[in-house]
């Protein structure tokens, strides 16, 4: 199928982007790696009068440690994340993650920032950036934002990002002691959605886990931050135990549907298997960690 008529404009710095934005914000797609939106496009559920393409936009795609927090810019491609020779030091977690994430195809083209504002319930980094605490830097003709990713996502495909507003960098807080991570995610074949997967994130703090993350994919309206769960680890020696309580409290958090990748019930309790088995791995790898 063929997208519906629109206007195109590529500018070529964040301060065009933004007049565009700010004249027919409401009427304008913004555009970075279109991974998702020219799908929508095509099957016409998105029908922009203008499509903003962010691509030509310089000083964007850019990686690296900034003011005490991990800088991802918004042109930042999931294969810049995939390659980038610091990052399985500075946060191996957007590593493991990246891998997940469709094809090559697809990690050629598509953005960080562009799944994150995507706001698929089914996209693996929303999780991610609940349970590392992101934020999300915007630009508008009045200002700077910062949003914290937790809070960000509304609905499905919804956030609070304003229709003049382009997300310019995402930021990732660095541990303040050693720290692990893990992602996992359960898919019915390579490359696929997933059918759930689960982020965790733990820093220790003399034997006690000091923070603690936990993001879930696919199992509800919007990537989900499992709250109350991360509350019990923090503070606490990481039992078996604790480990499992967690686990059942995340679970709790989940409301996922009945659909051709499994019943609620299985979902819920993969996220159980799946949050327990995530900070198994994710204190074993802080515990190695030096930092
Ligand atoms: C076949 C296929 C399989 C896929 N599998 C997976 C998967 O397994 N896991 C997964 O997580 N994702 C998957 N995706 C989605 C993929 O990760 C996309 O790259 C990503 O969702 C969107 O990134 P993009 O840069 O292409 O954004 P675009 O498609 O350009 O934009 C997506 C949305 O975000 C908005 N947007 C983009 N950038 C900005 C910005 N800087 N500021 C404000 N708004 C912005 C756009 O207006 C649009 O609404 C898949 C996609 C395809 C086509």
Not at 73 to 94: Q, S, T
Not at 228 to 240: M, N, Q, R, S, V
Not at 256 to 280: C, E, S
Not at 281 to 289: C, F, W
Request: glycine share 10%.
């Amino acid at each position: 199928m063929f997208p519906a008529a629109f206007d195109y404009a590529a500018p070529t710095t964040l301060g065009e982007a933004l007049a565009l934005l700010e004249q027919r914000g409401d009427e304008a797609k913004i555009m970075a790696g279109g991974q998702s939106l020219i799908p929508l496009l095509k099957l016409r559920f998105a029908q922009p009068a203008l499509v903003i393409d962010i691509g030509r936009l310089p000083a964007m795609a850019g990686i690296g440690r900034d003011n005490g927090h991990l800088s991802i810019g918004a042109l930042a491609r999931h294969v810049d994340i995939e390659r980038n020779a610091d990052l399985p030091k500075l946060c191996p977690i957007l590593v493991e993650t990246v891998h997940w994430i469709s094809d090559p195809l697809v990690r050629n083209r598509g953005t960080m920032a562009g799944s994150v504002c995507h706001a698929d319930p089914s996209g693996d980094w929303g999780s991610v950036m609940l349970a590392l605490d992101a934020s999300l830097v915007a630009h508008s003709q009045s200002g700077e934002r910062v949003i914290p990713a937790d809070g960000f996502f509304q609905g499905p495909f919804t956030t609070t990002l304003r229709p003049d507003e382009i997300v310019t960098e995402i930021r990732l807080p660095m541990p303040k002691g050693p720290a692990g991570g893990a992602y996992n995610k359960l898919e019915r074949k390579v490359g696929d959605f997933a059918t759930v997967a689960v982020a965790v994130y733990v820093e220790l703090s003399g034997g006690k886990i000091a923070n603690a993350g936990i993001g879930l994919t696919a199992v509800g309206e919007t990537n989900i931050k499992a709250t109350a769960a991360e509350k019990a680890l923090i503070g606490h020696e990481p039992t078996d135990e604790l480990i499992a309580e967690a686990a059942r409290l995340a679970s709790e958090a989940a409301h996922p549907k009945d659909d051709i990748r499994g019943t609620a019930a299985y979902k819920k309790d993969v996220v159980r298997v799946y949050v327990q088995r995530g900070l198994k791995t994710a204190l074993g790898r802080a515990k190695e960690s030096k930092s």
